[in-house]
Structures are given as structure tokens and as C-alpha cells.
């Protein structure tokens, strides 16, 4: 836990604004976090409160922490829907033993849109928050480039093709003598910038080249994620798992033998149903009547394809969305499987702390309602002029190095055109290995 002492209750405040609003119109800079999907959800400024943890307990202590100011907060929401009134943001840290803390934030101000309803939140602690003459005195206009153009930016991945690959076959080596199933393996890559990347115009790129994923940022982490680990409401769950992956070139689809190939394919079969049956024996304690897709189905997005399966349920009473995130991280889409056995073999081949990559990120309500998608296709920023990139593939015994590393430079593609403001264009050092 982090050095957080008890407070003053929290105020919050929650008004209806009488217009439209455009979500990726109004990324300030500075912002301190936002979640958009489909030009909804929220961008938020400032912060009124939060909490750190750390240890294989983080997600617990920040949980309760949160349920604590909860129960003692004064809310006035006149909206009243999904995502208005007392929420947190949150990113947590894929290890626990990682030297990133893990973060809930409830911000000073929120903008926000939930089914074409527009609101704003503004936040005090101890005394009443006061709002301002104009939401857009808070949520200015997104500032626009320049960023990253192009030639400005010097992209340094931690491997050669070569390293990594080598890495690969290390891994399935292990598979193969027995010691694990699956192990999805990562890889970073440093991009640094001439000019300052500024994360409120990395977001609105990535919002609107990648409409249906979750875009987030909180913290170091921001990125647009495909694959939803825990989001619940009214009592019920919804888990999206992805594993199994085909890279397409120049951001077009399969044509239909490939697809039906592809969903045929027994080594992606068997990667989605390690990663498919995880999420299902870990709601066992949480919740009741769980019902899985009949069979994994194609998601399509640009320049990927996925085997994907949707996980629903019924939870036991009490159950917030946080501890299902907690029971369900890390999947093995993320991990692997048996999990302690594929983390020992994933500690050893990569050679840096995966920090806040393939973990939890989203936001949590009062009521402990929320969403946590994975940080996938995400980058930590480093500084006001790099990014390390994070990008990993899941490996079984039928792996192939070559594949599995173009696998993994084509999940760095959002980041990368976002971050050079092309999202026509392509990186020469990407699709000459795809």
C-alpha cells in the first residue's frame, strides 16, 4: 500500500450538459486518464484521490480502499447512468512482484458521453466542488500535431529478428519437454521521438483509426485494447477472450478459404482454448450459470484478425468488477497455462518487468460495477519524447518463430501509426517482416 491517509469525506457532482459532445474533440493536455470506445466513455483531468498498492494483494487493498471512500462519499448525480457519478480509474501491474505500482484515481473532473448522453463530473474532497462557468474551460479543444512525423522517430526494438526468434524457440522447447502448455511471449521496442509526444493526440488517433476497441490511459500506460477481461453490470459479467491471431497486410481481411482455414488452423484452436477454458475455471468461485461462444469466431480489425470467445455469467452477490479482474488476470491469452509455470518461463526469456502490459486497466463505480480490458497494443511512456512499445504473441508446441514474430510486429502497428500520424502510411520496418 501506498502512504495514503484517511481523508474528508469526497464530494462529488454530476450535471447534465445540453448538447452534444464530441469525446475526441476535447482531449486536453495534461489529461490524467480517459476510456473511449465508439466516441463514448470518459476523459478525465486532474485528481482529487487515489491510492497506490503493490504485492500479490494490490488489487484487493486498492479495491477496498476505494469501497471505503465510497461509503462515506456525498454524491449528487443528476444523471444517474453508466459511468456518472463517484468512479475510479485504474491500471494495475502485470506482476506482483513489479517494481510499478498499481494505480486507482478518482479524478478532479470527468467528460463524459454513455448512449449519446453527455455529462460532466467535477470532484472535491471535504468540501463542495465547484463547477465551472464552461465544461470547456476544463476540456479544451485535442491540440493537434505536430508528432512523431514520419523520419522523426527512432524505433529500437530490445531484439533482432533473429534474438527473438531464438527466444521463441526456446520457449516452444519448453512446451514441448512438458513443462508448460502455452507461454505467450513478449517483446518490447523504444521509440523516441524529436518531437514531444503529446498522449491526448496519441488517444484521439487511436480512437478513431480503432473505434471498437477500449482506448485508455492512465498513469504510463495508454493504448487501444481488443480484448475485454472483465465488465460487469446489474449483477452480470462479460469476459472477450482473444487468442489466436492472423496479421493481414495492408489492413484488409482474409479472403474466406484463409478464414475458414484459419479457424480450423489445430494450433490456433488449441492457444484460444487454453486462453478460453482459464477464464471459465476461474469464475467457478464468482459466479453461477456460465456460458461460453459454442465456438470462437472471427474478430476483425485493421490488419488483424482473431479467434475470439465471449464469456458470460452471473455473479454471487458482492462481487465487484475488480475481483473478477483480479481472479481472471493473468488469462492465459496474456500468460499461459498451468500460469505459475508459464510466468517462471516468461520471467526468464524476457528480460525486463512487464510493468502495466497485458494487465488490468479500465475504471470501477461506487457500486463496484466497471470495465477492465487488458493493456494490450499499448506502450509506457517513458518521457516527453519515447515510448516502449509492448507487443506478445502465445506460444504452443506447433509454434513457428518466424510467424510468431511477425505476429508480434503487426500488434505494434496502432501504436506506431499512431504515434506517426499516418495512419495510411506504413513502417517499412513492420510490413517487410509481415
Do not use: N
Not at 188 to 210: I, N
Not at 218 to 247: H, K, N, W, Y
Amino acid at each position: 500500500m501506498s502512504d495514503h491517509s484517511p481523508s474528508p469525506e469526497i464530494l462529488v457532482r454530476t450535471v447534465r450538459l445540453e448538447e452534444d459532445v464530441d469525446l475526441l474533440g476535447h482531449l486536453p493536455r495534461g489529461l490524467s486518464g480517459a476510456w473511449l470506445r465508439h466516441g463514448q466513455g470518459v476523459v478525465a483531468i486532474g485528481s482529487t484521490w487515489s491510492v497506490q498498492t503493490s504485492g500479490p494483494h494490490r488489487f484487493g487493498a486498492a479495491s477496498s480502499a476505494f469501497r471505503a471512500l465510497a461509503a462515506t462519499a456525498r454524491v449528487d448525480d443528476e444523471v444517474r447512468t453508466r459511468t456518472s457519478g463517484l468512479i475510479a480509474l485504474g491500471s494495475f501491474s502485470y506482476a506482483a512482484g513489479s517494481p510499478r505500482p498499481s494505480t486507482l484515481l478518482v479524478p478532479r473532473a470527468v467528460l463524459g458521453v454513455h448512449d449519446g448522453e453527455a455529462f460532466l463530473t467535477v470532484t472535491a474532497m471535504g468540501e463542495e466542488p465547484l463547477l465551472p462557468t464552461s465544461w470547456r474551460d476544463l476540456f479544451p479543444s485535442t491540440p493537434v500535431g505536430p508528432l512523431g512525423e514520419g523520419e522523426d522517430l527512432e524505433i529500437e526494438p530490445d531484439h533482432t529478428p533473429d534474438e527473438y526468434q531464438a527466444l521463441v524457440q526456446e520457449a516452444v522447447a519448453e512446451i514441448a519437454a512438458g513443462r508448460a502448455g502455452k507461454v505467450v511471449l513478449s517483446e518490447r521496442t523504444a521509440v523516441r521521438s524529436a518531437t514531444p509526444l503529446e498522449p491526448a493526440l496519441l488517444l484521439a488517433r487511436l480512437a478513431r483509426a480503432y473505434p471498437s476497441t477500449w482506448v485508455y490511459h492512465l498513469e504510463d500506460v495508454i493504448g487501444a485494447s481488443p480484448e475485454m477481461l472483465a465488465q460487469t453490470e446489474e449483477g452480470r459479467v462479460f469476459s472477450r477472450v482473444l487468442a489466436g491471431t492472423r496479421p493481414v497486410a495492408d489492413d484488409g481481411e482474409l479472403d474466406e478459404a484463409d478464414r475458414r482455414a484459419f479457424r480450423a488452423d489445430a494450433k490456433e484452436l488449441s492457444e484460444h482454448a487454453y486462453a478460453a477454458d482459464s477464464v471459465v475455471e476461474r469464475l467457478v468461485d464468482l459466479a453461477e450459470d456460465v456460458e461460453v461462444s459454442p465456438e470462437p469466431f472471427v474478430l476483425r480489425l485493421p490488419g488483424l484478425e482473431h479467434l475470439a470467445s465471449d464469456v458470460t455469467a452471473r455473479l454471487r452477490d458482492g462481487v465487484t468488477s475488480l475481483d473478477v479482474a483480479a481472479r481472471l488476470h493473468p488469462s492465459a491469452a496474456v500468460s499461459g497455462t498451468p500460469r505459475e509455470q508459464a510466468d517462471a518461463i516468461i520471467e526468464r526469456l524476457e528480460p525486463h518487468d512487464r510493468g502495466g502490459y497485458a494487465s488490468p486497466v479500465g475504471w470501477m463505480d461506487a457500486d463496484g460495477d466497471g470495465q477492465w480490458a487488458i493493456a494490450l497494443r499499448m506502450a509506457h511512456l517513458r518521457g516527453p519524447h519515447e515510448v516502449v512499445l509492448q507487443a506478445g504473441g502465445g506460444l504452443v508446441a506447433a509454434s513457428d518463430p518466424v510467424s510468431e514474430h511477425a505476429e508480434v510486429l503487426a500488434k505494434c502497428r496502432p501504436m506506431l501509426r499512431a504515434l506517426r500520424g499516418d495512419q495510411a502510411e506504413r513502417d517499412p520496418s513492420v510490413t517487410s517482416r509481415v
